[in-house]
C-alpha cells in the first residue's frame, strides 16, 4: 500500500501546535495526531490506579492494559481510554503535573511510538498531521515535511493564560516553563534538526499562523 502523506510538527508548550495542526488539516482534508494526548492518557490511568508515576515499572505495567483511542477526524476529537471519555479530564492541572515524569520512560516513549507510527502509515485520508514533540526527530523523521512551531516564551503564556480565562497570576507560564524544562531533558523540541523549517508564530495570529502551516504543505510560500 502507498504511505500516505505525513506532516510532522514540535514544539513547547503554547506553541499553537494542537489548534495550528488540526485547523490546517481540516483545511488539507487531512487527519490530525495529537500525541500528547496519549501521554496525558497514559498519566490519566495512573492517576485513576493510584500508580506512583516515579516508580517506572509500575507505569510499564500499565501498558499491558492501556487500550486508548484518540480521534484522528479534525472535526471529531475526543480521546478514549478503556470504557471512559477523557478529552477534558487529561488537560487537568493535576494529569499536566504528572505527564512529564512518565513521558521520560523509555519503555513508554517506544510503546507509544510504535503506535503513533501505525497510525501515520494507514488510513482513509490522503494525509495526516502528526504533532508532538519528537516527531521530526524520532516517530517521523522522514515525513516529507517537518515544522517546528515556535513562538516567544511571552506569547505562549499569554496564549495559554487566554485560553484559561485570562488567568495572569503567573501559575500558568511557570507551569509550562517548568513543564518545557522537564520534557527538555528527553527531547530537543527548542531547535530544528537538520531538514527541518522553523515556523516562528510570535507575531502571527491564529489564521497566519494556520496559513503559513498549510503553505508549507502545499509546498508554496504564504501570500503576503
Ligand atoms: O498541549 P501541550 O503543549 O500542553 O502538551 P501536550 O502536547 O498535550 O503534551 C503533554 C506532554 O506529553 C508533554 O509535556 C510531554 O511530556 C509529553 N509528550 C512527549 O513526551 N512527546 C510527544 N511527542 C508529545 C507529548
Ligand atoms: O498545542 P500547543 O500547546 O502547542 O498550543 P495550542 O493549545 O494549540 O495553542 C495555545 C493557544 O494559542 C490556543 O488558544 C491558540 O488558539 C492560540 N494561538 C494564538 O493565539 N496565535 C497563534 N499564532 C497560534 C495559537
Known amino acids: 500500500s502507498i504511505r500516505r502523506f505525513a ?28 500525541t500528547g494526548a496519549a ?17 517506572e515499572d509500575a ?3 500499565l501498558l499491558d492494559d492501556f487500550d486508548y483511542e484518540i480521534g484522528l477526524d479534525p472535526d471529531d476529537y475526543f480521546v478514549r481510554v ?14 499536566s503535573a ?32 502528526t504533532e508532538g514533540r519528537d516527531i521530526t526527530t524520532i516517530v517521523a523523521p522522514d515525513a516529507p515535511v517537518r515544522v517546528l ?3 516567544s516564551e511571552a506569547a505562549r503564556q499569554a496564549r495559554r493564560a487566554a485560553e484559561l480565562g485570562g488567568d495572569t497570576s503567573g501559575s500558568v507560564g511557570q507551569q509550562l516553563s517548568a513543564r518545557d524544562a522537564q520534557d527538555l531533558r528527553v527531547v530537543d523540541f527548542m531547535n ?6 522553523t515556523l516562528d508564530s510570535t507575531d502571527l495570529d491564529f489564521e497566519q499562523t494556520v496559513a503559513a502551516l498549510v503553505a508549507l504543505i502545499r509546498g508554496v510560500p504564504p501570500a503576503g
Open 149 to 151: 512551531l515556535t513562538a
Open 7 to 34: 506532516v510532522a510538527v514540535d514544539g513547547p508548550a503554547g506553541s499553537g501546535k494542537s489548534s495550528v495542526s488540526r485547523a490546517a488539516a481540516r483545511e488539507l482534508g487531512f487527519d490530525y495526531q495529537d
Open 82 to 95: 478503556g470504557r471512559d471519555t477523557v478529552t477534558e479530564a487529561i488537560r487537568d492541572p493535576a494529569v
Open 59 to 61: 507505569v510499564i505495567g
Open 192 to 197: 530544528a534538526a537538520e531538514g527541518v523549517t
Open 39 to 55: 501521554y496525558r492518557a497514559l498519566a490519566w490511568l495512573a492517576a485513576q490506579r493510584g500508580v506512583d508515576v516515579d516508580l
Open 98 to 129: 504528572i505527564v512529564s515524569r512518565v513521558a521520560r520512560i523509555p519503555r513508554v516513549r517506544e510503546h507509544l511510538t510504535d503506535i503513533f507510527r501505525g497510525r501515520i502509515a494507514q488510513g482513509d485520508r490522503p494525509g495526516i498531521i
